[in-house]
């Protein structure tokens, strides 16, 4: 089984580099008509990349999923090249940061063997996320980039802290629901006609939620507010299999946005220009037109790699990426990337109903929610399905803090697949040896 | 658990959908529309500097073509190789002004923006090959080097045409000016030239020799000279008008006279050739009348758009009122009628117009379609377009014709456009010396034809120059006469093949 997904996985990181560095010849051409000087660094650097990820799984996870590796390298081998045909200096430091991503992925394998044991820091990872999503907040550190407070700067590095806060708070929900499901699942209040449970069980979890909500709201960051909702709501449902909580949830939802609609000015914005971005189409709609336009020169097949003009869109490496893609790509390369990012989401969500233990099965949907919905929230932004909220297209926009993170939550979805796979197996094999006495006897 | 997990996938799976559609909305569906937004600069951009066709002469001079600029914001740049030479023509390409002239009313084909380019074959979907195709017209740069030369640094316009299929061989007026001035890449250089050629007076970009009009003087005799006879009203011997120095309409005390005060009358003939104003003006006046006139001068290209392939050419007039019938055929505005049938007063013509006039009659009465174009080539030698010879108008029967014709060979050889007479070559002409404002100042006009004799003449054309206040008074067999002959000599040395 392990022998037989770790080729799989090699084969498709290989086809993977085969893409990425067809991508990127192709768009150098299309620029200057040469091929790229530094085509040779470039592919030993892919390659290499891709070949510790698999040499790592091989070692420290050989029965995961062979998937999850070769999607990320595709993804993340996309968004180099994209952002390497915006910017050079971004490419190079996008290049670090991918290198730093994979060794996070691998030093995440090495330190975590059992998914299961974070369940004992739930507590921790609580307050961890909390502090996290506090820290751009504090004097100093802490900075506005952007009308978003989201960032902190130690030395001359800039980190969104906000990243890893979401993986910690997805370990926290997993954990705690895993420990307290069944008294969420009993209802013993009754508020008007929902049935609720007892409110000292509801209680850290709302305090959790509320908490998250506002230090977001109050740093501007409204796709980290959605992002955390979602998840949320997803686990909380998933976990306990009451509707009402799903109903709770978007009536929670329906009144934070009323609220929020009320109280800030640029939550406003956001939603008239989603409604309707025409009328300030050269001052706040700017961006939102910029990639309308971009995606409908790309047409059904795309202007071809490096000959669109992708400089017009604006944050085009970062939130706006999804528009390059669609101009460059056209409406097949674009669906391609959805079918890339659905692909992943299947494979984090086979991973949790293979999963046998509770908290593995919600980590695992908790992480692969986190990465499905991030992707929706932000290509939907970007193509007006949702108002705009600037979270980073996973794998592919520039920054560290969020490939860093992505590649960790790559790599717990690696573990826990890797552990389901091994328990599998081995109930398998005590099926079969308990079998095969008796059927000695019966002879 | 593993229920709601498999329904977590469902939702997102159905999230995903709600993208893929609205991406085949914005990519597919609305593409066009977001394409033809006016917000959307990208394809303003992407038109201005995409490569273009070559816009060339008939003899093969480029007059536009687009170079590559690798310095600059744009990719490229449209140049004019000719300058202010086919300026008139070929028009202007900036980013800031838009584009005139046959940049205008070819601008799909030389981008490649129509249907028939754009999608040719079925790998076009997926290949971007060079679409654009090469523009030729029918206009001559030897031609048009001559008329150039001839007129000077006089206000005035030649139009040259071939009378069997109605293919404008030269467009010139002066002042003229640079499109390179507007195509440049630096905005401000572009708007200070578009500033200073708007300011100018002399309205260097105003295409003089189809976009305005003049008085067409005695010129204007040739219509109502075949609109005379076509109506039956005069043949080549009857009436004989009467040898007056002046000529008073009914219902009017002011006579017009006779240039210079001169006597003249006689047959059709005789008075064309000495430009007769007293017989003409009561041809019109009295044989003729208002009716027959009004109705008549549509043919000749009058109170008309002409079907030329140039952008919003003037229209030229002739006055479509002159009041009621006080007595049986003198009306109120019997004078007024007496000047215009001699080309005064309210007439007022473009020089291609009067150019068309003469073609008509060239042409046995079969006034052809004016056009600049001749083909329109795809890159791949594929001919998309051409232009082929197209009856627009019958003014008057080939009889008719043959009897003006008869009268405009006398002017030359005997008249007032003796200038015009070229050893061996069948000339017929008609000058026309129109006052303008207070009198002082004249229009000098020439127009006719020319060819081999006894065939269908293979040039005909109208040329004016304006009048100049410091001139004073100038006629067009002195003036205009001499610049058309350099221009006809060149027109009739070297004739393009026709093709087919």
Redesign the interface.
Known sequence: MGRVRRTTELGLLLLGALIVIGAYSLTALGRTASLPANIGPFLGMLLALFAIGHLAVRKLAPQADGLLLPLAGLLNGLGYVFIARMDTELAAAQATWSAVGMAGFVATLVLIRRARNLEHYRYSFAALGILLLLLPSVPVIGQEINGARIWIRVGPMSFQPGEAAKLALAAFIAGYLVEKRELLALSTKRLGPLYLPDPRHLGPLLAAWGVSLLVMVNQKDLGSSLLFFTLFI?LV???T?RAAYLLLGVGLFAGGATIAYQLFGHVRDRVTIWLDP?PV??EAGYQI?EA??????????G??LG?G?PS?IPANTTDFIFAVV?EEL??VG??AL?MA??LL??SG?RI??QADS?FD?LLA?GL??LL??QA?VI??GV???LPLTGVTLPFMSFGGSSLLANYVLLALLVRISDEATARSTARAAEVAVGESPTMVVGS | MNGRITKVGLGLIVCFSLLFLQLTRIQVLQADELDENPENLRSIDRSYEQGRGIVASADGAVLARSVETPDSTFARRREFPEGELFAHVTGYYSFEYGAEGIERTFNDELAGLTEAQRYDRVSDLFVDRDRTADVTLTLRKDVQEVARAALGQRKGSVVVLDPRTGAIQALWSYPSYDPNLLSDHDTDAVRAAWQQLNDDPAAPMLARSYRERFAPGSTFKVVTAAVGVESGVVTATNPVFPQASSYTPPASNNPIGNFGGEVCGGTLVEVLTVSCNSAFAQLGAELIGPQRMISSVGAFGFNTALPVDLPVPAVSVFPTDFGAEITPGVFEDSARLAQAAIGQNDVAATPLTMAMVAAAVANDGRAMRPHALDRIVARDGEVLTRVEPQLWQRPVSPETAALIREAMQSVVAQGTATALAIDGVEVGAMTGTAEVGDGEATNAWVIGYAGTPGQVPSVAFAVIVEADPGIGEQTGGQIAAPIARSVVEVALGAQPRQAG
């Open positions: 997803v449902w998933v976990a299999g025409w189409a050269k037109v309308a336009f971009a995606m409908a020169d790309g047409g059904l097949t202007t071809g000959l003009d017009r669609a056209g409406l674009a669906t959805l990012y659905l989401v299947g969500l949790a109903l509770n099965k949907t692969t929610t499905g919905v929706f290509i939907g193509t007006r399905v």
